[in-house]
């Protein structure tokens, strides 16, 4: 199984926070973490010259590959956005008691 960082956009801390926990009671990811995001700037509404600025977190869930599909499904019903960014990167180097110990949580 291949570990991954599933990274997703939040509105707020508390968003993130209370995602985090919800894919947690799903076993969808073995832990999180969120980081404050100071700035976020994007254009809005789509395709228009208009620059946006926000603040907001980011969750990071730790999980496997073949998890991802269904994380990311799951968020989605839940995230406050209705196209909220979540995308992933994989893991190397991790070692095989903390991959032992993420396949035990995740069931």
Request: charged share 30%; glycine share 4%; with cysteine.
């Amino acid at each position: 199984m291949k570990p991954i960082w599933a990274l997703i956009n939040c509105n707020t801390i508390k968003e993130a926070h209370a995602i985090g926990d919800k894919v947690l009671e799903k076993r969808l990811g073995s832990c999180f973490d969120i980081f404050e995001r100071n700035l976020t700037t994007y254009f809005w509404p789509p395709k228009s010259d208009k620059k946006e600025t926000a603040t907001g977190a980011l969750l990071i869930v730790e999980t496997f590959e073949e998890k991802y599909k269904e994380l990311q499904s799951f968020v989605k019903s839940i995230h406050s956005d209705k196209l909220p960014f979540i995308g992933y990167v994989e893991i190397k180097g991790t070692e095989i008691a903390y991959n032992s110990w993420m396949k035990e949580e995740l069931r």
